[in-house]
């Protein structure tokens, strides 16, 4: 029994990964973070994701941040920065150690189940800078995974991270996601989105969905009308 | 400032880490983790310890464990075994990516608040069989912690998973409290203990916890009477 599990944020990549799971694995588990993030829409998006297109099991763990402070994605009080996409190194929507915590649970959950192989939609091409995106950080944590667990060292199982987005560019993604019939408007990749879901088209996030649509030549059903929000 | 975070449990091994950390570290933090675990009287102890040798702050995070069945430290319907030490490979106690989901949240707090030195009372000598407190997991996670950040990829802190009881037994870990000054009552190290605190003084871990006190020739406090409580 070939068994997978998926982080699934709710946002574009996270969806595209799970439907290329879906095509590699028999059973495909979805897994999903309650962080006190602002865009908690995403949540929801996950939730639907899930079961549209068949989840053997949706888990939303909560996880107890430490510094929720140091990141405009959890802290309420800092603004998301607006069209400023590559002006930083490292933007400040970055969360501390956040994919090292999603793939440790990943870890632990697919040890427990009996699920090696684990799917990330992490991307290092149109991306927005963060550490653990890249190639380098998921190679070190499989190796540490398989070291770390009892299957890892008994060898009954063995850890994989895939991470099929990682050299796609925005565009190839939307295109990616199209092929396997992924319906767009269960997704939301915005960080900052109205309460009604609405993107706000500035944050990071928004801009590269933008850029992926366009290089796609594709019209995104999340744009409902055609003035900014702003 | 040099400040380090050491993972605390309550047990013998982790306060002993906490006074060896206290010698080296400006700031001392501890970090101790509630995942419904059965011997849950070691987070008091782990708070008595943190208070009565000076952390500059004391988080007790919740884990949302994945899979609470899969071990017998989590479930209560299953038996801590008893006299067993040695018996399996790898036995039912083990939580499943324990040490890397601790160590995962101890980057996240060590990135936020600038504390690159982690400590872990992992011990391979004798120990209970864990993968996870082996020296080439932990050389591993290391490395895949300063992949997967922003501060070690910046280059501005770097983190070091200091393990110093790896090479020691019992006997010399007891040795070693015993010179940094460790009021040994303050510890807690059954896995399943009476509710008044007292240990059962026949599982995996108050059998290593009663070799040390034998090999460094000292009396153990915790044990109140004589006669053994079975």
């Known amino acids: 029994m070939n068994r997978a599990i998926v982080l699934l ?27 006190a993030q602002r865009h908690k829409v995403e ?8 079961e549209t297109y068949g989840a053997a099991a949706h888990r939303v763990v909560k996880l107890d941040l430490p510094a929720r402070e140091s ?30 915590l999603f793939l440790s649970n990943a870890v632990a ?10 799917y990330i939609g992490a991307n290092s091409i149109d991306y927005s800078g963060y550490p653990d995106c890249r190639p380098e950080f998921l190679e070190s944590f499989e190796r540490t995974a398989n070291l770390g667990t009892k299957s890892g060292v008994e060898g009954e199982m063995t850890f994989r991270i895939h991470a099929p987005l990682l050299r796609m560019t925005k565009g190839e993604i939307v295109s990616k996601a199209r092929d396997l019939g992924l319906n767009f408007a269960l997704t939301s990749s915005c960080y900052d989105p109205a309460p009604d879901g609405e993107p706000c088209r500035s944050c990071d996030s928004c801009l590269l969905r933008e850029i992926g649509f366009r290089e796609a030549g594709l ?7 055609p003035n900014h929000r702003e």
Chains 1, 2 share one sequence.
């Open 9 to 35: 944020s709710g946002g574009l990549d996270s969806a595209t990964c799970f439907l290329i799971a879906k095509k590699e694995a028999e059973e495909v588990f979805a897994l999903s973070f309650d962080y």
């Open 43 to 50: 949540l929801e998006r996950a939730r639907s994701l899930a």
């Open 71 to 100: 990141s405009a994605l959890t802290d309420l009080s800092r603004d998301v920065p607006r069209h400023a996409l590559g002006a930083e190194a490292i933007p400040i929507t970055y969360v501390p150690a956040r994919n090292t």
């Open 109 to 118: 959950w697919g040890e427990a189940i009996g699920a090696g192989d684990l």
């Open 219 to 225: 019209r995104d059903p999340l744009h409902r009308s």
